[in-house]
């Protein structure tokens, strides 16, 4: 199994964010092709390394790396990829992370 994880730093309007979030981009996101899940870590984040300005992540499972980058280049992927920059249009106001995981 592959995943894709977005990290989100606090918005300034958290409202404006969840409204978007919840109502257009993980609507566009669950018509990525190969997506097996999607689930969202909403605020409270607690990190016990000290971390405080986390807000929210969201976690998109696929079978492979290889689907993943199949995903995110069909239209829909594309479409999905310039949504995010409405919910954070700074490369810094979100953390993104693709890896294969393994079962121990």
């Known amino acids: 199994m ?8 606090t918005p300034k309007d ?3 964010f969840d409204k978007h979030y919840f109502e257009v981009h993980i609507p566009l996101a669950k018509k990525l092709p190969g997506l097996i ?33 199949i995903a995110f280049a069909s239209p829909e992927g594309q479409d999905c990829a ?3 920059r409405i919910l954070a249009p700074n490369d810094g106001d979100v953390q993104i992370y693709l890896f294969d995981t393994v079962d121990v």
């Open 37 to 69: 899940k999607y689930d969202v870590g909403r605020s409270p984040i607690i990190s016990p390394t000290g971390h405080s300005d986390t807000y929210c992540i969201g976690t998109l499972h696929f079978e492979s790396m290889d689907a993943i980058k």
């Open 2 to 9: 592959a995943r894709m994880i977005a990290i989100y730093k």
């Open 14 to 16: 958290p409202a404006a």
């Open 82 to 84: 310039a949504d995010r």
